[in-house]
Structures are given as C-alpha cells and as structure tokens.
C-alpha cells in the first residue's frame, strides 16, 4: 500500500480531483489519500514537489508532527540546537528573539502547497539554508522521500484536538473561518471520524512510531531514521530530551558545552514564556499570514478537560484504543 502511494504522487494534479472530499473541517478543504485526509493544495502541488523538486541532503532534519503535537517548541529547539555555533543562545540578537520559530524553521510541503512562487523557486529558497538544514513536516512518514532523519513529535489527542479547536477560533479572522458552523463538538466527531488535517491522528502516529521501532539502531549516514519524542515527556524533562534529539541530529552537546550551561540555556530560549515575549509572537503574523500569538498558548498536558468533557475525552480515548487494536500496534 506504501509503495501505491508514492507511485501516485506524480499523478497527483490530475488524481485531486477524484479524491473524496471533506469539507467541514476548517481552515482548508481537505482530500483523502493514502489513508489520510490532507489539504487539497497539500496533495496537489505539495506532495508532487517534495518528491521531484526537494533534493533532501545527508544533513537534513525533518521535525515532523501531527498539527497541534508542540511542532513550534520542537523547531524552535532543533534550530536554536543546530545554530549554536553561529547563534549562541545568549545573543542578544538571536533569530529567536526576533522571528517566530516558523519563520525559522520552514514546513517543507506548505510552502511547495501555498506559496505564489512555482516549485523551482520555492526549492531555491530551500537550498540557501545553513546547513544542517531544519525543515518540518506535517505530512504522514509513508508520503515522505527515502533517507531522511526525522524527529517527531507525539502527543495526547485529546490535547492536539482541544489546541488545533482553540487555534482554528484565535485565528478564525484571519484564516475566514465561521466559528459557529465549528463548535468543539463537531471538530471532535470529525476528529474522530479521522476526516481532519493530517488524520486520523493515531494512524499519523503509529506510522511514525513503526518507523521508529524498524529503524531504530541499524542506522548509518544518510539512512532514514525516526527519533520519536513525546511532548509530555519533553515537559517533565526538557533538558534530557533535548540531548538525545542533539544527539540524534548528528550534533551532540560537548561535556565543556554542558558544564556551560549550554543546553539549559537553549530551553531557556525556546520556553514559552521567553517565546511569548518576542515582539513578533505578540504582534506579528508568520510568513503563511497566521497571527504569531496562536502559535504559543498553555503548553501543559492535561489542559483538554477544560474544554472538553469527561465523555468527550473518553469518546477519543475510546476510538484511539480501537483503532490501535484493530492494528496490532501500540505506543
Ligand atoms: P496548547 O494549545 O495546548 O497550549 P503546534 O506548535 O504543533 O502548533 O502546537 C501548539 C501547542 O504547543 C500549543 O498547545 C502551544 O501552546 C504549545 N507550545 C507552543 N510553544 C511552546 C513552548 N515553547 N513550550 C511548550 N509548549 C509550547
């Protein structure tokens, strides 16, 4: 079924089409496809481009995630840890201050989906970052190119729902969506359904995570591998879990850095609070247009249930359970 999939990619503008549609899920329309329900310009003129016009490089790091997993902490870490050199976490000037993490690290498919520029353009753009370059993804692992180093990002779906919810409403103005045909309980039945962005969010997960497990160990330069974090674990230990992503992206902290504080320093950087102080997370819209404060809100785990009710997290529980079962798989 993986390999139908990528065949398929090429054929993809005149395949959009024909591919069931969902509409009710806000901000985009949204197209079924190798299992999953992705934007339609996403599938049309995204996932076309990351294959036949991305040249991924043996340093690449592709932070991936389903949306709303905490993919701005994870790229405003990875990037704050592979510029270091160049970026001191201390500087006064660092990009981080200045720029919100999405205009740092940039998504690979959205901008091949959305952007004016043809695909040549977009993928020159690419080619002008430092290395090693930190791209991010919100795309499934079986639309992804071979050989590239991943670092996902996993997190409770009752959480990832309640967030993408509230986001979709902070940002409701500037995306045009109609919040009263979107109420929690609809983006909840669609969640659930797993006709929204980037789901069924379990089976998004559970990609990853077989990746993860196949992989894991048996890795050299260039072969594709899958470090798989959790953002409630990133929480309770943010320290520990950047080391292994340094580690993972081939640019472990020296004992002389650690002594100096180094990695503290950059969790320091990429927390929420310092992150909610940045003029351009205050005020500022991203590159994509989408106003820089929807991005940062809580950043806790657990914060569904003041949203949701008890049923309707047991309604997500239960249909993550079943669907996990019905697969075998676990994580
Ligand atoms: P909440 O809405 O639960 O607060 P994404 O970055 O994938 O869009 O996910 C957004 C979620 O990550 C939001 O969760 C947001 O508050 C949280 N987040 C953003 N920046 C963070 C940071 N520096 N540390 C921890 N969580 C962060």
Redesign the pocket.
Known sequence: EEKQCLASFAKMAELVPTLPLETRCPPLPLRQHGGFWLPEATLRRGVPAVHAVFAPRPTDVLLA?Y???????LK?LAFATAHRAVHPPSAHDHPLRRRNPHDCVPFLEIGFAFADDDADAVAAKLEELPAPRVLATHLPFSFLPERLRVVYICRDPK?AL??FW??IRKSSESLGVDMESFPLQEALELFCEGRCFGGPQWRHVVEYWEASRRRRGTGGAGEQQVLFLRYEEM?RDAVGSLKTMAEFMGCAFSREEEERGVVEAIVEL???EK?KEVEANRNGRTGLGVRGDA??????AG?WSSHMTPEMGKMVDQVVEDELRVRGSAF
């Open positions: 995630s949306p709303k997993s905490g993919t701005t902490w405003a959480d309640v967030s509230l986001f929480l990429c927390s929420m992150l991005f940062f809100r809580k950043g806790v914060d």
